[in-house]
T-cell receptor
Framework: QQPVQSPQAVILREGEDAVINCSSS?????VHWYRQKHGEAPVFLMI?????EQKGHEKISASFNEKKQQSSLYLTASQLSYSGTYFC????????????FGSGTRLQVQP | DAGVIQSPRHEVTEMGQEVTLRCKPI?????LFWYRQTMMRGLELLIY????????DSGMPEDRFSAKMPNASFSTLKIQPSEPRDSAVYFC????????????FGSGTRLTVV
């Protein structure tokens, strides 16, 4: 079952912050986050395993609430290069490795 | 490493023709995935392989679709016969089977069936 992402789209000014949420109805082993720019392939940002850890990647970080089956991606002090569509991908069982992707959140950062 | 290599980048074909998409995963990766992306349905998993063995093909839409991975460095996705509704971007991705690794996607094949 496909995870639900929110919001569907967001427009920011440079320097503003954003949060993208990903929610699943199934128990999860891990959550992946990817960014896709128009006409390009998705690019891996980070993976979070069950245990509620929070990871960071430059000014982009994420958390995973195992009990709620939810993950959030935090973008702080956004830059023009952050524009794109963000996807969460969920892995339901250890060793399965096949991800089910959400429908994506389109992020546009304006000068 | 050159990354995941897909060919062709673009394919335009007539309805009823056979289409073969190709993928070379990153050397050392032992999981390979085929996804299809459309505006309406997003990123859909078609099939994936672990150590060259097909694990789950439940996402393959119809018997017209087939996939093979004869060795660790090559996979194909074949559509026969093709239909206009098969038009989409097809991505191949690879990863390690174990560990905290994400997918590396190929550049994709944009398929248009007219």
């Amino acid at each position: 079952q496909q995870p639900v992402q929110s919001p569907q789209a967001v427009i920011l000014r440079e320097g503003e912050d954003a949060v993208i949420n990903c929610s699943s109805s199934k128990a999860l082993y891990s959550v992946h986050w990817y960014r896709q720019k128009h006409g390009e392939a998705p690019v891996f940002l980070m993976i979070l395993l069950k245990g509620g850890e929070q990871k960071g990647h430059e000014k982009i970080s994420a958390s995973f609430n195992e009990k709620k089956q939810q993950s959030s991606l935090y973008l702080t002090a956004s830059q023009l290069s952050y524009s794109g569509t963000y996807f969460c991908g969920t892995e339901s069982s250890f060793g399965v490795r096949a991800l089910t992707f959400g429908s994506g959140t389109r992020l546009q950062v304006q000068p | 490493d050159a990354g995941v290599i897909q060919s062709p980048r673009h394919e335009v074909t007539e309805m009823g023709q056979e289409v073969t998409l190709r993928c070379k995963p990153i050397s050392g990766h032992n999981s390979l995935f085929w996804y299809r992306q459309t505006m309406m349905r997003g990123l859909e998993l078609l099939i994936y392989f672990n150590n060259n063995v097909p694990i789950d093909d439940s996402g393959m839409p119809e018997d017209r679709f087939s996939a093979k991975m004869p060795n660790a460095s090559f996979s194909t996705l074949k559509i026969q016969p093709s239909e206009p509704r098969d038009s989409a971007v097809y991505f191949c991705a690879s990863s390690f089977l174990r560990g905290n690794y994400g997918y590396t996607f190929g550049s994709g094949t944009r398929l248009t069936v007219v």
